[in-house]
Nanobody, 124 residues
């Protein structure tokens, strides 16, 4: 089992940047495919970005491609989401998630563990 804790959310103006971090407990972090999802008020939780166990493969939602970058450090049990050129429509609670299978990394239902979320608010 793994416990996930997100940090780094906050309020930023449009065009600004934020860096989200997700720390994981346990000694088998490198066994998990990792993803970031977000949920805006009144909307479904949606895929944002994902990274394979090794860090070689990364995936992005079309809406964030070219602006967000996901990375991981298996030695430090962390996964990060660098968010640049933020837009008001990026406002949401952002969740870190982990899955053991390292497949279908863009699919929400494939994830086994979730963090509590961190709020990101982008003002216009």
């Amino acid at each position: 089992q793994v416990q996930l804790v997100e940090s780094g959310g906050g309020l930023v103006q449009a065009g600004g940047s934020l860096r989200l971090s997700c720390g994981a407990s346990g000694r088998t972090f490198s066994s998990y495919g990792m993803g970031w999802f977000r949920q805006a008020p009144g909307k479904e939780r949606e895929f944002v970005a994902a990274i394979s166990r090794s860090g070689i493969y990364t995936y992005y939602a079309d809406s964030v491609k070219g602006r967000f970058t996901i990375s991981r450090d298996n030695a430090k049990n962390t996964v990060c989401l660098q968010m640049n050129s933020l837009k008001p429509e990026d406002t949401a609670v952002y969740y870190c998630a982990a899955q053991l299978r390292d497949t279908y990394l863009t699919t929400k239902s494939r994830y086994d563990y979730w963090g509590q979320g961190t709020q990101v608010t982008v003002s216009s």
